[in-house]
Structure formats: C-alpha cells, structure tokens
C-alpha cells in the first residue's frame, strides 16, 4: 500500500495538458484536489486515481502491518467516506476553486461577483479595503475641518452675534431733548422727565406658581422652603395695590390665582395662568413724575414694569404755540419716541433732539435685564435753543391780539415787532391759538402761523415803497406835486379813485391821506418794471431768511409796458400777494436808514450780514412823511404814542373772493409803524382778518399797535424824543 501511496503521489505531479493548463490558467484545477484523511486511528489515508482507498505509516510513527482481516473489516467504512470526498471534489472541480488572486483577469475586488471558494482576509484584498476606508475617513475628516475652520473663523462673527442675541440686548437711552428759551434764557419749552407703570398678571401668576412648586417640592430643605415663603409674603397683592392707589380686589381679579390646584403638574399650572386682554400690560400710573412711580417700583414686586420718558411742556402755550410748533409720534421709531412736527421744534429737530445712546444689557432665561454691560453709543443731549423772542411782549402782543380780534369779531389777527438794528424779531403771535400741552384743542386753522405762512394783497401799506421808487428815479422829490384832480383817474377802463379830491398834494400827503390817484401817476410815469424792482429790492416776492417751515413766499409779477392797470394797482398794494414778514422786515430796512438786516429768531453772536439797498437820506426821508400818518389828519392817530414820534401807515384791502372778483363787505386792516421816528429802534405790524363794525385800520390795528409798542419801548428803555402832552 505504500507502493501504491507513492505511485499516486508521482502520477499527480505529472505536467498537466494543454486543456488543463488553459484552465488553470483562470483559476480552475482540472484534476480533482487528492486530500489525505487521517482516521481515528491516526493512519493517514489516501486515495489512488481509480478512487480507491489507500493508507500509509500513523503519522509521527512507523508504519505497522496489518493482518488482511483488519484492512477487510474497514473497506466498508472506508469506502463510504471516500465515496463523501469524492462528490465534494466533484463539485469543486465543476465549479472552479481560486488559487491565486494573481492569477485572475478580473482587477475587481470589491464589485465583482464571486464565484468559488472565498478569498477573504487575504492581503490584497484587505489592502484595497483599507485604503478606501481611510481614503473615506480622510474626506470626512476634512469636511469637519473645513467646516470647523467656516464655523469658528470665516463666520465666527455671525454665530457670536447670534449667540450673544439670546442673552444680551441693546436698549436705548433716550437723549435729553434741548430747551427752546426766550432772549432772556426764560423756558418757552422744556422737556420734563415722566415715568408710566405698569403690571402684568401673566408674569405675577407665573412667578407665583413657581415659588410654590419649589417650595412643595423640597420639603427636606426648611432653609429653603423659609425663603420661598418670604418671597411669597412680599407678593401680596395688598402692598402693590396700597402703594399704586387702586382697589385690591381688581388686581386678585385680573391675576386669577387659584391656590387649589397642584403646582407640579405643569398643564394645570398653563391652564390658570391669565389670559386675554389685560393678561400681559394694565397701566398703574400714567405718565406721572419719577418720585410718584418709585414709590410702586421700588416695591420690587414680580410683574411690575417702569418706563421713563420725556414729555415737552409749554410754560405759554397759547403766546407760543404757532411759533414754537408742538410734538407728534415718529412711525419710524420702534419704540414710539416722539420728534418736531411744525413751528421751531420742526426747524431745529436736530439740534434739539441730540441722539439717543444704546446699552449693552445681560438677560435672563425670562428676558429680565440683568445689569449693563457696557456703553455701545454714548448719548448725545440736545442742545438749547435761545430765540430772539421776548416772552414779556410776546404775551402782551397775544393778549391785544386776542382783544381786538373779540372785539372786532375778526377771523383771526397776529402780528410782529422787529428790531430795527439786528433784525431780530422780539414778537410774533396769532390769535386764536391753542394750547400746546393740550394737542385735542389744536385745528387745522388755529395751529396756522398766519405772519409767516399766509399771503395776502397788502393794500396801501405799499405806497412807501412807490414812493422809494419816485425818489430814486430822480424824477420826483419829497417836495413834488402830484396833481390828483378830480380825485380820481380812468386807466385802461378802470376807474381809481381816492375818498377826497386833494388836488395838488406832495409826497407826505400822498402817505398821510393815502391817494390811489397820486400813487397810480407816479407808477405810469415811471418805466414798467420801477416799482416791482424797488418792491423787490425789499424783499418782497422772496423768503424771509428765518427759513420757517411752510413760509410763503408771496408772488411778484413784473408788468408789461401796456399793462397800465397792472402797473397801476401794483403802485398801491394790489396785483401782488405778501406775508406780514416780508412787511416787517422792508418796514424795518426803511427805519435803518435803507440797511437791510436780514429777520432772524434764534440769538446769535454772529448775525447775517446786512446789505445796503437805499440811500439814507431817501429812506429817512420817507420815515418823516410817515409821521404825517399818526399825526392830527393822518389816517391812524390811533397809533400815536404819548412821548415819542411814531411813523407808520395804515393799509385797507378788500378780500379776495373765490369765486372771482373781491368782496364789498369784507376788509383786511394792516398797520406798519416806527417808533420812535427820530431814532428808529422797533418796528410792529399788525393785521386783523375780516373786522366787524369798522373796516379801517387806523380803528383796528393801529390801536393795537398803540397798545404793544408803547410798553415795548419802555421795557426797552427807549428814551423819549418828543415832549409828553399835558392836560
């Protein structure tokens, strides 16, 4: 049997052949695979090309002989065990078994579909694996990295601002807004520190229920149960009522407490907490001063919340109101801060309202400030504004207005006085007005600056100017004689008239007795455009330079060579449209010896510079024949004072009607005057809408004039300069 083992062992290490060979080649072994079994005997076992079963020495021993009864009695067993590795080698050997990874066409390792014996754990195999795991991990370890270095570098602001948001805020500090003072630093608008509290039942029940739950909650911790309950003690609602001055009984209605139900099962906590309207804000003081509400806030009580503010307050209100403009909310601030809507708190928004300063403030879980962190911007006060307005005859003038306007039954009536040398404006009022503290007494009618804002036909308060104009032609002279007879001139089909024949009269008599006729010969004895430039020249037709907000302009129209009619009513104050301004302040370059100082309401150490637009002996000139107009004969005797030399003119329009043409039973009365005429310090006009019972000026405004300028002038000092009558 060992001859035969060695036969076999020879025969399979024969050269294959070329069929063989080719299949090897793929991987498939064409002859079966001889296996040795070792039996339990330990005698190894093979077996020969015809399938038949041989053995071989025990292994590790030498090979003993063996009776033929033994070898009989095994060849059953034998026999059928070899006949089991026969069938398997046949499989095998149908199937191809892999000897080599080497050896195959295919590179695929991963993808390929198997066939065969398996080839797993082998090194090529688990080379190729290894390396698309770390090439895997490698990516994703550089992912994390990019994002990482995109998260904490690239746009780490971004993520430290979002974080910062859920426990910081900015708030804002509101800015102190500026006085507005009078020439004498006297408040005509100040800004006062006001404080609204407020509670919220949801947050006070909220706390409530909390403090009880973690006293229930932790009964093995007396210390800690102590203070829950001191905490408890401080949240009656009796010391928050006492100190807010409202009945107990509407706090324990709007926070609903309910004591019954178990404080640990958070759903029933939700269900009692309020609700509704009132549940989160009801007002327990309204804009109140900060001694008043500290005495609720510093209860320190759960849900209570104080907001301070600042409200502008008028010590005048209805002198001022026009002037100085009011307060109204701004749309475009969050949290509702109020700016100038008209008059100077309008003009100077910017410098009044300062800017508003943030904080950085630390919250908690339930957006409570906590403390301040820092000062993101610094808040800027604003700053004061002083007027050139005297507050003393600011109110006097309001009161004579109000006077003749009841009175006299007038739609309304304002008025102005100017300083002659600085162009500062020491008065300006309209009446009615309204009360600046007060916004529901204001309407779209009384809230009207009608010195500044309106326009109107000035009428005969012009005939100084066409008289300016004959002078500086040098046609005409302070003594020339204008012939008015009959006392009335036919021009373009229009008929002129004055209320007497005056015959031959001079320029003062022109003024005095104030001829339309003499004004219209003047004006077509001159070239078209004489008067309108003249008119010009004192600032009709242009702005003032107070810069008012809504300030009408008026309207000025040069007439042509054949417009005769047009150039002859612009000669004495009609054809052309005017504010009270603009006649303040050309009423006031004539008293300044023909300087022109620019109007002007806010005091200053450098005023506008000043312009010269007529010579001094001509404008003094025409300053002298207007005090014919005061005088015994004139037409506004009325605005004569006592002591001192006052010129003026009066000036007596009809209204415009809108549906054409002018009303016959409606007037508007102004008064321009100068005092005192031999050295002129103050200039006022006056103008009465629509008077009632006497349509003339020197009845209506001319009085009021009186009445202003002679306290004015003693305020001011003005010596006299004409001897006081005696009875």
């Known amino acids: 049997m060992s001859d035969n083992g060695n036969k076999t062992d020879k025969k399979s290490q024969k050269k294959p052949s070329a069929a063989t060979a080719k299949r090897s080649e793929s991987g498939k072994v064409t002859s079966p695979i001889r296996r040795s079994s070792i039996g339990k005997s330990g005698i190894k076992k093979s077996t020969d090309k015809n399938g038949k079963s041989t053995s071989a020495a025990p292994v590790g021993k030498r090979p003993v002989r063996k009776t033929t009864a033994k070898i009989s009695a095994g060849k059953a ?89 859920l426990i910081t805020s900015e708030r804002t500090q509101k800015s102190y807004r500026g006085m507005i003072t009078d020439r004498n630093h006297l408040p005509l608008a100040v800004s006062a520190p006001l404080a609204t509290v407020s509670f919220s039942p949801y947050d006070y029940a909220r706390e409530y229920y909390e403090i009880k739950r973690i006293k229930i909650s932790n009964p093995d911790q007396p210390k800690l149960q102590a203070r829950m309950q001191k905490r408890l003690d401080d949240m009656d609602l009796t010391m928050l009522a006492a100190a807010a001055n409202i009945p107990v009984t509407d706090l324990q209605k709007v926070t609903k407490i309910d004591d019954s139900i178990d404080v640990t099962k958070e759903e029933l906590v939700k269900a009692a907490l309020p ?50 403009g009011f307060m109204g909310q701004n749309a475009n601030d969050p949290e509702g801060g109020y700016e100038g809507r008209a008059g100077i708190e309008r003009q100077y928004e910017t410098e009044l309202a300062g800017k508003d300063g943030k904080v950085l403030i630390l919250k908690d879980a339930k957006q409570n400030s906590l403390k301040e962190i820092k000062q993101l911007e610094p808040e800027i006060a604003g700053q004061d504004v002083a007027l050139t307005i005297d507050s003393r005859l600011q109110y006097l003038l309001y009161k004579e207005l109000e006077k003749v306007g009841r009175l006299r039954q007038a739609l309304w009536s304002t008025g102005m006085i100017v300083d002659v040398q600085t162009g500062e404006v020491l ?80 320029m003062a008599t022109l003024l005095q007795k104030s001829s339309n006729v003499a004004s219209t010969k003047i004006a077509l004895s001159l070239p078209p455009d004489a008067i309108t430039n003249m008119q010009r020249q004192f600032g009709f037709g242009t702005k003032t330079p107070l810069q008012f907000p809504g300030e009408g302009s008026g309207l000025l129209v040069t007439p042509k060579e054949k417009e005769l009619s047009r150039r002859a009513t612009i000669s004495y104050g009609y054809g052309l449209q005017v504010t009270l301004a603009q006649v303040a302040q050309a009423y006031a370059a004539l008293a300044a010896g023909g300087v022109m100082h620019p109007l002007t309401l806010i005091k200053s150490d450098k005023p506008l510079p000043s ?11 025409i300053v002298q024949m207007l005090e014919s107009v005061t005088a015994p004969g004139g037409t506004a005797v009325a605005a004569a004072i006592d002591g001192y030399r006052v010129a003026g003119k009066t000036g007596t329009s009809r209204r415009i009607n809108p549906e054409g043409g002018y009303y016959t039973d409606q007037y508007r009365n102004v008064f321009a005057g100068i005092a005192p005429a031999s050295n002129p310090r103050l200039v006022g006009v006056v103008l009465v809408e629509d008077p009632r019972g006497q349509f003339y000026a020197g009845f209506t405004s001319a009085p009021v004039f009186h009445n202003v300028m002679k306290e004015a002038l003693r305020l001011y000092n003005v010596p006299l300069d004409k001897p006081l009558q005696t009875k």
């Not at 066939?115 to 290894?130: L, P």
């Not at 009207?448 to 009428?459: H, I, K, S, Y």
Request: a positive charge; proline letters at 5%; hydrophobic letters at 35%.
């Open 77 to 165: 067993s034998t026999k059928s065990r070899s006949t089991k590795i026969t069938n398997r080698l046949k499989k095998s050997d149908t199937q191809g078994a892999y000897t080599s990874i080497k050896n195959r066409k295919s590179k695929k390792v991963i993808f390929s579909k198997a066939s065969g014996a398996s080839t797993r754990g082998g090194f090529e195999y688990d080379k190729n694996r290894f390396r698309t795991i770390w090439g895997l991990s490698f990516i994703i370890l550089a992912l994390l990295v990019c994002r990482a270095f995109y998260l904490q570098v690239a746009n780490a602001q971004f993520y430290q601002d979002k974080g910062n948001e």
């Open 427 to 506: 008065a300006l009022s309209t009446w009615p007005s309204f009360n600046s503290n007060n916004l529901n007494e204001m309407t779209g009618e009384n809230q009207r600056n009608r010195a500044l804002l309106d326009v109107f036909e000035p009428g005969s308060v012009m005939k100084p100017f066409t008289v300016a104009a004959a002078l500086d032609s040098g046609k005409y002279t302070p003594t020339s004689l204008i012939d008015t007879n009959p006392g009335s001139i036919h021009v373009k089909g229009y008929t002129i008239r004055d209320h007497d024949n005056l015959g031959s009269i001079n």
């Open 275 to 324: 609700s509704g309207a009132g549940s989160h804000y009801l007002p327990l003081l309204n804009k109140v001063t900060p001694e008043i509400a500290q005495s609720v806030s510093s209860l320190d009580f759960p849900g209570v919340y104080e907001k301070t503010f600042f409200q502008r307050f008028y010590p005048q209100p209805q002198p001022n109101s026009q002037l100085l």
């Open 611 to 621: 312009k010269r637009i007529m010579a001094h002996e001509q404008a003094m000139s």
